[in-house]
């Protein structure tokens, strides 16, 4: 299990990367290299032959940064998965993806692990492509025309497929700040903690006086890439967060998806698992919103 | 494709190699350094036996380039053999019976290395799991690690006190 041989490329600044990917023909002939923990295992069982690797680890000081933007926070993206979860502002603003984190992979692998790459990677299961979309998140896509956004829901157009341009690449995230008085809650069932997730489930919750003004619902594992539960958004909002009223939003999430099957679990047990992970990160989420009690 | 110059400190040394890029750092330890106790076992990230520490950090060898360690301080078992938590936590595995072949026994070190050194002495079981969850043991059931890693963290608080 080696790699098949390729030409090797550091750009030492963003405007040399920009230039060399305006000028690429194929996004699997010519691969960015960031954390490499999910590329290099697949050129090392060779289900990835790139010619050209584009490394752009030396690029930290230009998109390794996390930041404050307008009312969001920006992750840079070559952040480290490591780097995010330790980071103050992460957990403050961005609470989800703090509490997504530690289920990415195991800590080694997290250690090099970037925020983008797994996001540009577009696994179906994965936990930060999960919270892109429950919090509506914004991509930057930066090319030779130069930045463009991409809304999360946009940017995930297939099973490991981003909506990214051949010429283009991610720069970076931002995650809008939540309201006052929202909460957030992430789940996972896998088979062993920090491997791929079976189901993800991301619910985040704001309120005032005793009702839900807002839900945001979405569910990892269940179809080519993250989705929202819209239809169930829809019948918890607005609504008095009682019990029944969370069962039931949790039943329509259920009966929403069409997952499939494959060898760690049945699609009826995902249909299954999706209902009861949906109702208890509301709950989560609700008691966490403190608006809403 | 030709090989590219590198310059990295292995262990506290500077060392300089010629690698062809698609050589992991694992490689470059073992074949061109001769650092062979770091050891190679799936070569795609599963099972941890090449853990090794990247700027204090578990990284796993195999999924890093050995051109991508230029300009990095890199330490493998061999180095932790100088360090006094890396000589801690082997004398604990030693005395706890952590190890039957020892073939993964390294990167555990690695790994339990950098926990107690971020982390500090105060330890739950759950987080000592957690950290080494991702280094595989086919022979002790991973109960004696976990007791290893105990014993060595309350040894250190007392240290500490």
């Known amino acids: ?293 | 494709v030709t090989d590219i110059p590198i310059t990295l400190v292995v262990n506290g040394e500077e060392r300089s190699a010629r690698v062809e890029p698609r050589r992991s750092l694992a490689d470059l330890l073992r074949s061109d350094l001769l650092l062979t106790g770091t050891h190679v076992g799936c070569e795609h990230g599963v099972c941890g036996a090449c853990t090794v520490l990247v700027d204090g950090e578990p990284v796993r060898a195999c999924l890093m380039l050995g051109v991508q360690a230029q300009g990095h301080e890199v330490t493998t078992i061999e180095g932790l053999a100088a360090d006094p938590v890396g000589q801690a936590v082997q004398e604990a595995m030693r005395e706890a019976h952590a190890f039957q072949c020892g073939f993964c026994t390294p990167g555990f070190l690695t790994a339990i290395t950098a926990l107690l050194r971020e982390s500090g002495p105060r330890l739950t079981r759950t987080e000592i799991r957690e950290q080494i969850s991702g280094n595989l043991c086919r022979c002790s059931g991973y109960e004696p690690i976990v007791d290893a890693v105990e014993a060595v963290a309350a040894k250190l608080d007392g240290v500490a006190a």
Do not use: W
Request: include cysteine; charged fraction near 25%; aromatic fraction near 4%.
């Open chain 1, 1 to 293: 299990v080696k790699p098949a041989p390729f030409r090797y490329v550091a750009p030492s600044s963003v405007d040399e990367l920009t230039r060399i990917v305006a000028e690429r023909e194929d996004i699997a002939d010519t691969a960015i290299l960031a954390g490499g923990q999910s590329l290099m295992p697949l050129m090392a069982l060779r289900y990835a032959q790139p010619t050209c690797l584009v490394d752009i680890n030396g690029l930290a000081g230009e998109l390794g940064r996390i930041g404050g933007d307008g009312d969001g926070l920006r992750v840079g993206a070559l952040v480290r998965q490591r780097a995010a979860e330790r980071d103050p502002g992460v957990a403050e603003r961005v609470p989800l993806l703090a509490e997504a984190l530690p289920s990415v992979a195991k800590p080694a692998v997290r250690t090099r692990g970037t925020v983008g790459g797994s996001l540009c990677y577009a696994d179906a299961a994965a936990e930060i492509p999960l919270v892109a979309v429950a919090l509506d998140a914004v991509m930057t896509a930066a090319g030779p025309r130069g930045d463009r956004a991409i809304p999360a829901r946009e940017f995930f157009v297939g099973a490991y497929e981003n909506a990214l341009e051949v010429d283009e690449f991610l720069s970076g995230v931002t995650f809008r700040a939540l309201p006052e008085g929202s909460g957030s809650s992430f789940l996972e069932i896998s088979p062993r903690h920090a491997d791929r997730a079976i189901i993800g489930v991301a619910a985040v919750v704001s309120g005032e006086r005793g009702r839900v003004t807002d839900v945001r619902l979405a569910l990892a594992g269940v179809a080519p890439t993250p989705v929202r539960a819209t239809r169930a958004e829809r019948t918890l909002g607005g609504q008095a967060p009682d019990p029944d009223a969370i069962a039931a939003a949790a039943q329509v999430a259920a009966d929403d998806i069409d997952p499939d099957s494959d060898l760690p679990a049945s699609a009826d047990y995902r249909r299954h698992a999706a209902a009861v992970l949906v109702r208890r990160a509301l709950q989560t989420a609700i008691g966490r919103a403190g608006g809403i009690a």
